[in-house]
């Protein structure tokens, strides 16, 4: 918050140094006896020629000590000691003022982030692992969006290739429409292991196949229109799980978009001299930088994913001007991706630089009944529904009474599956149980949810209080001021994970919060307390918190619900 500005501030104008440069160096110390905030004067020390300590002594003795307790100077470092009543009267305040966007600001006015995630593939299954990116990419979108950046989510549909050739055959023969119009995807997965299955026996359905795909490149009506319908019943399942999360795309521009700008990528590639023929396939040498080529055209003529994705990004830097081009899609990927960047820079496109893959690991199943047979998927849609039904059961169990729990359901189960996925550092693998995602008390979505619905039960109760008859200096106690503290960090919080690419950072974050709330709140009465300033800053703390959960979570896309 504050704080680091502050410090920084009055720093700069002692020793010259930028504040940017400062804010860098500011250091939150390991244990609070030694501070709330520390400079390190090392790198100072080099550029001036004199030791840390002094310093840090000089330092101390000249710098500006309002809003802080103390400041202390210790070895190379110079330790700061907030003002606990300045600290909780500003951050409360701020809080209590700003609400829903407190936490926001404006730093990325002006520039463009476009974000291109879950990008299901048509007539595949939306399986539990396109979650990881769906959820990153939509948890990314919404924060940088709260820091001002205009945000540009693009789902980069797989809706071209080969495999249409196969399922166009397949569909001639095998497809029941009446199943197709219940259950398209599952029906499209059976025909499709259907056309392999045929064609080990029968090879010539291969050539089928190939033909029914070069009739779809060629533009031929029956290709087309199949194709379309393929499209169209695919995307009608898709938006059903994106109205589920409650996910929005800004385009639906996916591999086939880029169809009619082929043409100039392999122009412009051939113009910088980067293409080379490798056994009929036309290809740009990547040798010395330890990659293999990326593949631009194979013998046969047809251009491939990593084609389209040279466009894809042309495409995107014209239309957007981005500051930063995102990609949210598991590292498997990362070779590619870096292919492409690379041939980008080749190219000339200095803003190569600004793209980004951003990398996620597996989701594995503890759980025996949800492991499945080998090649198996588990679609994402079963896993959400189940999540949902045993959410219910859970509610039934604590709370009969509550009115509405269908809806309290959806956004428990639902909430409870995503922060599993938020939860994670992002490149490690997800070991997925209902055991732990549900768990009311582990560090779930729920038990945050929880947390919240706690608060604001609170709040109900007091009916309210009165702001201006509050004294801050009374929240004075270990739990108050840590709790404090960390909703003071708020937007620190947001903006680091967000240089990281890293929405786990906000997650473990909140479940911080609601933890420490939890330790004041069975420490700390707050509805029976006399003094009424002390009630009313207690009351004030409560109203913060939840305010803190709320916008965290939003900015995650999980919701919360009143009771529970
Ligand atoms: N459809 C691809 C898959 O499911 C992901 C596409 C990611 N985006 C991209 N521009 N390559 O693996």
């Given at each position: 918050m504050e704080y680091k500005k502050i410090i920084s501030e009055r720093l700069s104008t002692l020793t010259g140094l930028s504040t940017e440069t400062i804010e860098k160096l500011i250091e939150i110390p390991p244990k609070p006896d030694m501070g709330d905030f520390a400079f390190p004067c090392f790198q100072l020390a080099k550029t001036l020629r004199k030791a840390p300590n002094l310093i840090s002594q000089e330092l101390k003795d000249k710098i500006?000590?309002?809003?802080?307790e103390k400041v202390e100077a210790v070895g190379g470092y110079l330790n700061f000691f907030v003002d606990k009543s300045y600290l909780a009267k500003n951050t409360l305040s701020k809080i209590l003022t700003e609400k829903e966007k407190y936490g926001h600001s404006n730093i990325g006015k002006g520039k463009t982030i476009t974000i291109d995630f879950s990008s299901p593939n048509i007539a595949k299954p939306f399986h539990v692992g396109h979650l990881y990116s769906t959820a990153i990419g939509n948890a990314l979108y919404k924060m940088f969006s709260s820091q001002g950046y205009k945000c540009v989510g693009i789902?980069?549909?797989?809706?071209?290739?080969?495999?249409f050739g196969k399922l166009i055959a397949a569909y001639k023969r095998w497809v029941d429409e009446e199943a197709l119009e219940k259950e398209p995807i599952k029906e499209l997965l059976r025909i499709y292991v259907k056309f392999h299955e045929e064609a080990e026996k029968d090879p010539s359905l291969e050539d089928i196949a190939r033909m029914h795909f070069k009739n779809l490149e060629d533009g031929k009506e029956e290709e087309v229109m199949l194709w379309k319908k393929i499209k169209e019943v695919s995307l009608i399942e898709f938006n059903r799980i994106y109205d589920m999360l409650k996910i929005k795309f800004d385009s639906y521009a996916g591999e086939s978009f880029y169809n009619d700008k082929m043409d100039e990528v392999v122009e412009l590639l051939q113009e910088k001299g980067l293409l080379t023929e490798s056994k009929g396939a036309l290809v740009v040498n990547l040798d010395e930088y330890n990659m293999p080529p990326c593949i631009i055209k194979k013998s046969d003529g047809a251009t491939i994913y990593a084609t389209r994705d040279l466009a894809a990004a042309i495409y995107r830097k014209r239309t957007y001007d981005f500051y930063k081009n995102i990609y949210v899609v598991g590292t498997p990927q990362t070779l590619h991706f870096k292919q492409v960047f690379t041939t980008l820079k080749l190219m000339g496109f200095d803003w190569a630089d600004d793209c980004i893959h951003v990398g996620f690991g597996l989701v594995k199943f503890a759980d025996k009944k949800l492991s499945t047979r080998k090649g198996d998927v588990i679609f994402l849609e079963d896993l959400l529904k189940e999540a949902i039904e045993r959410a219910k059961e859970l509610i039934e169990q604590k709370n009969?009474?509550?009115?509405?729990k269908d809806e309290v359901a959806k956004v428990v189960g639902i909430g409870a599956v995503v922060f599993t996925y938020l939860k994670n550092n992002r490149e490690r693998d997800i070991i997925f149980s209902w055991e732990d995602i549900?768990?009311?008390?582990?560090?779930?979505g729920p038990y945050v949810q929880y947390s919240y619905a706690r608060g604001r039960s609170v709040l109900r109760k007091a009916n309210g209080y009165d702001i201006s008859n509050t004294d801050f200096s009374k929240l004075n106690s270990q739990e108050e001021t840590e709790l404090i503290k960390l909703l003071a960090s708020f937007n620190d919080v947001i903006i680091n994970a967000l240089e990281k690419y890293e929405p786990s950072i906000l997650t473990r974050y909140i479940i911080d919060v609601a933890k420490t709330f939890n330790k004041f709140y069975n420490l700390h009465p707050i509805l029976s307390v006399e003094d009424e300033m002390l009630k009313n800053a207690r009351l004030a703390l409560v109203d913060a918190t939840t305010i803190v959960i709320k916008n965290g979570l939003s900015l995650l896309g999980i919701d919360v619900v009143e009771r529970m």
């Open positions: 500006d000590k309002s809003g802080f789902n980069h549909l797989g809706d071209w290739g080969t495999q009969a009474s509550l009115e509405n549900l768990n009311f008390d582990g560090e779930t």
